[in-house]
């Protein structure tokens, strides 16, 4: 563990010089097709480039350590149906943990099989004799036309995603303000019970 | 500034925790009441202050005030650094609620020892002497605060020189803008108010 935090340390300062420290660690995972995609990155919109990235099974194994590109996006391809936890130790106390259940996991597991078949059938010389012309598409070719389209549908979204988390960690006035009240309200209600007590006392 | 939760291992958390409880015990009991209002401010000053980034360079940074808090309240800021550090957890998940007390204990404990030893030398200087005082305090909490976190770092197994170096040297440009604001501030209070600054028995009323 000490050497993977200690690399885990100089690459930080290495690659991204002074990251932003003192912010919130944003890290989210979602499912893409046959794999699943993730990022990470710091509230104030910073994402962690070449940040080693743990992939650890329920029972503590270290499946995977997949590295985040320069825009903090990471991916992995699963191969077994268990729940996933993706850890990252940024240093200087910025870690992220985010966890991909057990069914999430394993309906990827399922798709990337069923795709996987499908490829292999249209690979056979066979099927492709079959699927040239004008006949109906088999069920095969629908399969892999469909994944297409969803692998193009989700790089249309992604950065519809992206924004949509950025601005869930927003912090908007409203907050801001209600905080502040809560504060002067909690040291106004001490104020009155120290009057109280003071007047009380003569 | 902000540990996150998970970051620590227990026995960090727990004296973390119980030292967090006896300074805000302490602060309580000095908190007499024309400090509480000061207290309310710098708490609410404080909350904000991390909520405000300015970028510096590559990266951006936010205030912590936590200087200037520990410069006018003394033991007071624990229970002000406390309450604002609460509501950040709660409404904003900086830090987090299992951390809170090394947290505080980062942030609070720097602003009290530095209002320890600055005080009565603010009290007693002039002008221009209370705002070197004042940006030392700014500073020097900062830097404090740098080191705890990095000790709660390394109780918790992470390697010693690494993890100091990088939370000091990130917060270099912060520790620069607090000593101009805490100088500042000071020299305003000293102009103003002075007797915020006396010892606290003597600005309880008879």
Known sequence: ????????????????????????????????????????????????????????????????????????????????????????DMGGGHVADVTMDQADVAK????????????????????????????????AERLVEREATAEMLRDELRPLRQEIAAMKEKNDLQTVLGGIGYILGLFGLGFYLAARRSLARG | MHIVDGALSAPVLVSGAVLTAGGITLGLRQMTLERIPAA???SASFFVASLIHVAVGPSSVHLILNGLCGLILGWTAFPALFVALV?????????GITVL?????????????????????????????AALWGAIGGA???????????????????????AAKLVFFAHIPVMAIE????????????????????APSAALPA
């Not at chain 1, 710091?42 to 480039?49: I, P, R």
């Not at chain 2, 909490?141 to 020189?161: K, M, R």
């Open chain 1, 1 to 88: 563990m000490k050497p993977f935090i200690l690399s885990g340390l100089i690459a930080c300062a290495a690659l991204a010089p002074l990251p932003a420290l003192a912010h919130k660690v944003i890290a989210s995972v979602y499912p893409s097709g046959e794999a699943i995609e993730g990022e990470l990155g710091f509230s104030d919109g910073t994402m962690v480039a070449g940040q080693a990235v743990n992939v650890i099974a329920p029972d503590g194994r270290v499946l995977a350590t997949v590295t985040t590109d320069a825009e903090g996006n990471f991916s992995y391809a699963p191969s077994e149906p268990v729940a996933l936890t993706f850890h990252a």
């Open chain 1, 108 to 139: 990827i597991l399922g798709k990337a099989e069923t795709l996987a078949a499908a490829q292999a059938e249209l690979a056979t010389p066979a099927a492709a004799a079959t699927a040239a012309g004008p006949a109906p598409m088999s069920a």
């Open chain 2, 40 to 42: 309310g401010v710098l």
């Open chain 2, 87 to 95: 509501l950040q957890a709660v409404f904003f998940g900086f830090g």
């Open chain 2, 101 to 129: 007390g090394v947290n505080t204990l980062n942030i609070a404990l720097p602003a009290v020892l530095m209002g320890l030893a600055l005080r009565p030398l603010i009290a007693r200087a002039g002008p221009r002497l």
């Open chain 2, 140 to 162: 020097g909490a900062i830097a404090l605060t740098t080191v705890f976190v990095a000790g709660a770092l390394v109780f918790s197994g992470e390697a010693f020189v690494p």
């Open chain 2, 179 to 198: 000593a101009v604001i805490s100088a500042a501030a000071v020299v305003l209070i000293k102009r103003v108010k002075p007797d915020l600054f006396a």
